[in-house]
Each structure stands twice: as structure tokens, then as C-alpha cells.
């Protein structure tokens, strides 16, 4: 059995001139698909995707446009090739919503997000994410990236979540999807950004995983990139930990096993 490690991570305005290190970092994690959200259609982040595909994820998608440079987008980079594909579920402003169909040895469906901050903006989201789900309950599928939304107490250090939240969470959970990370860790508290001013943390980037790609999920974890050239400062490459999570799927040792169809 092998495994296909996907590695979700907001890579802060572009990337700039930690794009080096964030491809070399990305390259230690031996990413298979790279979600990267705050891509731009910048030098830095052209850069950057270079980089990826001399690393070995050549087939890749984005939604930054040359009409809106500096904007904070999507890239998907992964090791086989895909198809992006448009809903009509998608969020009416959808340049932050990039919908792939992977071709990798067991295809799964997958879609990489990076949620606006406030309710305005963040709802029409949480519409397309509950609307996405219901259509793909019997598909092996991932949504992934930057929410910027968590469950009151368990995912925050001081109060920020309401119960909007905890309804978008409620229902996620209704549909028979699942939060990998609580999931995997029922009780666990592990933050994905920290607040500049206050240093107070919050787990704003998730992995949620259909029920047919569930029994796939063998494992999940949080990592902070380090650059030794900043004396351990744990936001020095980006300000966000990676999401990197693992699942099985066919080896090239002869097993037959696909993700499950359910």
C-alpha cells in the first residue's frame, strides 16, 4: 500500500521572497497535491510554481488572473494530471474556489478554498461547501484549505467563533463528511494561525473528507515551516502551519485497494 500525501497550506501574500523556501519546504514534505492558498499571479508566486513543477507537481491549475495581480487566489499543483471542472454550486464570486478531478491511481474529486473573512462574504461559501457535499455524498472527495472558521472554544484561544459556525460545522458533519483533524483527534487542540497583536491561536485551515474517501485516512497533522535563517520564529515562512495530510491508496506492490465506493 502506498500513500498520497496532500499538503494544504496559505502561503501569505504570494510568497514573496520566501517562495524559495516554501518550494524547498514543500519539497521535505513530498507533497503529491499542493493546495496553496494567497497564490498571486505575481513573479514570486510564478516563481514558486515553477519551482513545483521541476519539483514534481507539473500538472497544475490556478484562479489568479493578470487582471487582478495582487489578489489572494488558488493554486493546485499536484503530481498527475486533472481536469478543472466548474458547479453551478460554486460561490458567486469563485476566485478563491478552484474544483479539480484528480487522475491519480484511485481519481478522487477535490476542492481548494481559501474562505473571505466576514459574514457577507464568507456565506455564499458556506452555501457552496454544504451544496458541494450533498451532490458528492457517494464520491471519494476532499475539501481543503484556509476556512477561516472553527468550532466556539475548541478551535480558538479567546472567543471569535459564534454559532454560525457551529451550525456550517453542524452540517458539514450531518452530511456524513468529517473534519480529518477532529476526526483523528476527538479532543485535540492544535492552532493553525496566531493573531500578530494578541498571539492568540486559532485552527482556521481544514481538511474535510467525504464518507467514501473516509476509510482512506491514515493520517493528519499540522507543521510550521522553518526557515533557520530566523532564529525559529515560528511565522518567519509563512504565517499559516500546513495541513498535510495522508492516505492510502494503490502501491506499486500489486494491491488492488481503492478508495472506497460508497
Do not use: K
Not at 484562479?63 to 453551478?88: D, M, Y
Not at 474562505?115 to 458556506?126: A, D, F, K, L, V
Not at 472553527?150 to 484561544?157: L, M, Q, V, Y
Not at 485552527?203 to 493520517?219: E, G, K
Request: charge should be positive.
Amino acid at each position: 500500500m502506498a500513500a498520497m500525501r496532500i499538503v494544504a497550506w496559505n502561503i501569505r501574500a504570494g510568497g514573496g521572497r520566501r517562495v524559495d523556501t516554501i518550494a524547498e519546504q514543500l519539497a521535505a514534505w513530498d507533497a503529491d497535491i499542493a493546495v496553496l492558498t494567497e497564490f498571486r499571479d505575481t513573479p514570486p508566486s510564478r516563481a514558486l510554481a515553477a519551482s513545483l513543477a521541476e519539483l514534481g507537481l507539473p500538472h497544475q491549475r490556478s484562479t489568479a488572473t493578470t487582471t487582478a495581480p495582487g489578489a489572494n487566489e488558488v493554486l493546485v499543483a499536484s503530481r498527475w494530471p486533472f481536469r478543472r471542472t466548474r458547479r453551478p454550486c460554486e460561490p458567486p464570486s469563485a476566485s478563491r474556489w478552484l474544483h479539480a478531478t484528480i487522475d491519480s491511481p484511485s481519481p478522487l474529486a477535490l476542492v481548494g478554498l481559501h474562505i473571505p473573512i466576514g459574514r457577507p462574504r464568507q456565506q455564499p461559501y458556506y452555501n457552496a461547501v454544504l451544496e458541494t457535499m450533498r451532490r458528492w455524498r457517494r464520491r471519494p472527495a476532499i475539501i481543503t484549505g484556509d476556512t477561516n472558521s472553527g468550532r466556539p472554544g475548541a478551535d480558538e484561544e479567546s472567543p471569535t467563533f459564534g454559532p454560525r459556525h457551529t451550525a456550517w460545522f453542524d452540517a458539514i458533519e450531518a452530511l456524513g463528511w468529517r473534519d480529518t483533524f477532529r476526526h483523528l483527534h476527538p479532543g485535540g487542540r492544535d492552532y493553525t494561525w496566531y493573531s500578530p497583536n494578541a498571539s492568540n491561536g486559532f485552527r482556521l485551515d481544514q481538511a474535510f473528507v467525504s464518507p467514501a474517501l473516509l476509510p482512506a485516512v491514515r493520517a493528519m497533522r499540522h507543521e510550521w515551516a522553518r526557515d533557520p535563517a530566523a532564529d525559529g520564529r515560528r511565522d518567519a515562512v509563512s504565517d499559516h502551519a500546513a495541513l498535510l495530510l495522508d492516505l492510502d491508496i494503490p502501491g506499486n506492490d500489486g494491491s488492488t485497494h481503492e478508495f472506497a465506493a460508497r
